[in-house]
């Protein structure tokens, strides 16, 4: 995949303000994000926007990390064919980072875009934090 994968055509200028929504680990270590409002973000977002998106991005991130009997049998599969079954499929998990990449992408060009925001795909970041970047604001 590329490297701006869920960009939407371009990562954030390198010298812009930017918000980082961290992770959320009352729940455990599975991928979970903060879904409480940034202050930052008040003035170029609404709440609703905000809480729906990661919201989504939480519950694609559940559904990647759900034991399913499908997943199971994946596994297996792995196992008996030395990982090499890799070669030729693409694991539950990856269908999910596709799905992800895609919603953040989507998400960029009709809500955060058009306010001087950049959503940044959470797996660019190693699936620590959900960064925003605010376009027209230097870094401070």
Request: aromatic content about 10%; charged content about 25%; hydrophobic content about 30%.
């Amino acid at each position: 995949m590329s490297a701006d994968r869920g960009q939407g055509g371009g990562g954030p200028p390198p010298h812009c303000q930017k918000v980082y929504i961290q992770r959320d680990y009352s729940e455990g270590t599975m991928v979970k994000f903060h879904t409480q409002f940034p202050m930052e973000l008040e003035s170029r977002l609404d709440r609703q926007s905000f809480e729906y998106t990661v919201t989504q991005l939480n519950n694609y991130f559940a559904e990647a990390e759900r034991a399913t009997c499908s997943t199971y049998c994946e596994s297996c599969l792995a196992c008996l064919t030395g990982y090499l079954i890799y070669i030729c499929t693409e694991t539950q998990y990856e269908k999910c980072l596709r799905k992800v990449a895609k919603f953040v992408s989507e998400q960029n060009d009709r809500v955060y875009k058009p306010r001087g925001l950049l959503l940044t795909d959470p797996t660019l970041r190693g699936l620590r934090l959900i960064e925003i970047s605010v376009l027209d604001r230097p870094a401070s």
